[in-house]
């Protein structure tokens, strides 16, 4: 019997996570998968912990395999192979750094933190720098542009390896390009990979 990828498209509340749980006893339970082979991945912790408690449940004692979340991963390998320490500052920090340097450059007029924050995410997840400057851009993405640098600027000045959601997500993309030795070693490690969200 081949084992074989599969997407499941479904509504809140209408059981992709019970899907995935039983699929990960199956694996280990038909198909003798080590827990160690197996890695199940969801957007929050509280997610991932509702994983964890099911699956315990269904597995008894078994040792657990790997659920955490896109951002704790990311963290995990940029700490075990990146090039510098990790020290990660939440949204609340975040904001604080934005709304400091908006004050400092009396740019509130022009700048909203929600719609920068909506206007850096999108660029950050799509790996595209927010820096970049290009043609007949209007004064508000002009002024994104410069606060999005005066943010990095800000986070280096704090120190190395000073990362936001954001950065964990960017910083692994570009560990993982840089190193086909890692992402072999990884490929080996986790052989199932199962996430819980569609958007993920």
Known sequence: S???????????????????????AYLMKHFKVAPRNILALTFTKKAALEMKTRTMSLLGSKKPV?????????????????????????????????????????????IKLKEFNKWLNYHRSKCIDPEERLQNESETVSAYRDL????????????QGVFDFDDLLEKVVTLLESNPRLVTTIHNRWRYILVDEYQD
Not at 2 to 24: C, E, P, W
Not at 148 to 159: C, D, H, P, Q, T
């Open 148 to 159: 999005a640098k005066s943010y990095r600027l800000a986070k280096e000045k704090i120190g």
């Open 66 to 110: 790997k659920m955490t979340t896109f951002h704790s991963l990311s963290a995990d390998l940029l700490r075990a192979f990146g090039p510098t320490p990790v020290e990660v500052i939440d949204e609340n920090d975040k904001n604080k750094i934005l709304r400091m340097l908006i004050k400092e450059k009396d740019a509130g007029e022009v």
């Open 2 to 24: 081949i084992i074989r990828n599969v997407l499941l498209v479904a509504g809140a509340g209408s059981g992709k996570t019970r899907v995935i749980v039983h699929r990960i």
